[in-house]
């Protein structure tokens, strides 16, 4: 559902199209908006907010960013489904994603626009932490991004981070009908590299991420995801493989815990923060596996709709 502030620019299609999920509040949402304002002098910009959280914060953009379009989103939409009603609404001839929380350094969006001079691909760039004040939110942003830490290889690959990521539009269109409100970027990267569309890292591109958690939050938040993330895998399956998948995630937390700690060393950054986050990603990790034991088992409830 569109509002009327939803309506396309009016002097024809942009270069570039940012969706910006609207999640987390407006503590969150204005300073990512705020660093998207520096870009408009470097391309024609489109923005669209797709906010699940009401009306007092899309007025809030209404105020203060009258160039930002929204798209009103229903209560319990999942991050997906707010992508996939953010693509439908997008007129750009390429489309970007982030996440309210990230903030993108100046000239963010010609950098990913000039990767398509190159021919059409789906391209991601890496994550650094600017939250770095309190050790929750180090453990939380290593748990969760020690794979996307710079440096990263660049050129073709098996992945790419779903908050710093641009298609093309005419790509986009053409999944349309395989897309799912269920399944995460993952889900429609492995569509593409099926069909021979590469995947193509970037590292010199990068984003921030902002993001402050309680201990619990994020604990539970790690719980949503991963229930959500398992309860879509074994959609269908049988009972035997459900039953498989849950008792072999009971093996998760020393596995889930050594990735991330020699992701960390070995990029030969974070090293302190990461020695200070030690007990808590230990937490974080429990839950990480907690969320897929219950998924597979019970499938993801409304896990989905409660990531932020």
């Known amino acids: 559902m569109t509002d009327a502030s939803a309506?396309?620019?009016?002097?024809?299609?942009?270069?570039?199209t940012v969706i910006v999920p609207s999640v987390n509040g407006a503590d969150d949402l204005l300073p990512c908006l705020d660093a998207l304002a520096l870009q408009r002098d470097d391309a024609v910009l489109e923005v669209i907010v797709?906010?699940?959280?009401?009306?007092?914060?899309?007025?809030?953009?209404?105020?203060?960013?009258?160039?930002?379009?929204?798209?009103?989103?229903?209560?319990?939409?999942?991050?997906p489904a707010m992508r996939m009603m953010g693509f439908d609404a997008a007129t750009g001839d390429f489309v970007a994603v982030i996440e309210d929380h990230v903030q993108v350094p100046q000239g963010w969006a010609a950098a990913l626009?000039?990767?398509?001079?190159?021919?059409?691909?789906?391209?991601?760039?890496?994550?650094?932490?600017?939250?770095?004040?309190?050790?929750?939110?180090?453990?939380?942003?290593?748990?969760?991004?020690?794979?996307?830490?710079?440096?990263?290889a660049a050129g073709p690959a098996?992945?790419?981070?779903?908050?710093?990521?641009i298609y093309p539009r005419k790509l986009l269109q053409?999944?349309?009908?395989?897309?799912?409100?269920?399944?995460?970027?993952?889900?429609?990267?492995?569509?593409?590299?099926?069909?021979?569309?590469?995947?193509?890292?970037?590292?010199?591109?990068?984003?921030?991420?902002?993001?402050?958690?309680?201990?619990?939050?994020?604990?539970?938040?790690?719980?949503?995801?991963?229930?959500?993330?398992?309860?879509?895998r074994v959609a269908g399956a049988s009972l035997a493989r459900r039953l498989a998948f849950g008792a072999a995630s009971f093996a998760l937390p020393p596995l889930l815990y050594y990735r991330v700690v020699s992701r960390v060393m070995s990029k030969h950054k974070h090293r302190a923060e990461l020695v200070r986050s030690l007990p808590l990603l230990a937490l974080f990790v429990t839950s990480w596996a907690a969320g897929e034991i219950v998924g597979s088992w019970f499938g993801p409830g409304d896990s989905l709709s409660r990531v932020c």
């Not at 626009?113 to 760039?125: C, D, I, K, M, N």
């Open 174 to 232: 053409g999944y349309r009908n395989e897309l799912s409100p269920e399944k995460w970027e993952n889900y429609l990267h492995d569509l593409m590299r099926r069909d021979g569309i590469p995947l193509v890292c970037h590292p010199e591109i990068v984003v921030a991420h902002k993001k402050h958690y309680t201990i619990r939050e994020y604990t539970t938040q790690r719980y949503y995801y991963a229930r959500s993330y398992a309860g879509a």
């Open 113 to 152: 626009l000039a990767t398509q001079h190159e021919g059409p691909a789906v391209v991601g760039g890496g994550v650094y932490n600017t939250a770095t004040d309190r050790t929750v939110d180090w453990a939380a942003f290593l748990c969760e991004y020690s794979h996307c830490i710079p440096p990263l």
């Open 50 to 79: 797709v906010d699940r959280l009401g009306a007092q914060l899309r007025d809030a953009v209404r105020r203060g960013y009258s160039w930002v379009r929204l798209v009103k989103a229903p209560a319990g939409a999942t991050i």
């Open 7 to 16: 309506r396309p620019l009016p002097n024809g299609s942009p270069a570039l």
């Open 158 to 165: 098996e992945w790419l981070t779903g908050n710093n990521v």
